[in-house]
Nanobody
Framework: VQLQASGGGLVQPGGSLRLSCVATGNISSRLTVGWYRQAPGKQREFVADISPDGRRAYADSVKGRFTISGDNAKNTLYLQMTSLKPEDTAIYYC??????WGQGTQVTVSS
């Protein structure tokens, strides 16, 4: 399984970005998929995920601003981010079952 994340960039506070994560290989639909992020000098932290039963979970810091979704036909996971804040600046990593990880995509929120 390989994961390719994209969609990061530089955005002003209050702006939006949509991250994508394309998976190649044989992936069971009975695995949790999601996103983590790592800011400079900090540990990697949970952002959001989707459980095999379809339930979505979010970190308190992004609840109400970020939306995780998936397109099974395209083997793609998304993270729609709105009302971005400078503290959202980090490298964002997608994962499958926390066993397979994408290479990360940089999100920078700055004026």
């Amino acid at each position: 399984v390989q994961l390719q994340a994209s969609g990061g960039g530089l955005v002003q506070p209050g702006g939006s970005l949509r991250l994508s994560c394309v998976a190649t290989g044989n992936i069971s639909s009975r695995l949790t998929v999601g996103w983590y992020r790592q800011a400079p000098g900090k540990q990697r932290e949970f952002v959001a995920d989707i459980s095999p039963d379809g339930r979505r979970a979010y970190a308190d810091s992004v609840k109400g601003r970020f939306t995780i979704s998936g397109d099974n036909a395209k083997n793609t996971l998304y993270l729609q981010m709105t009302s971005l804040k400078p503290e959202d600046t980090a490298i964002y990593y997608c994962h499958v079952a926390k066993r397979f990880w994408g290479q990360g995509t940089q999100v920078t929120v700055s004026s």
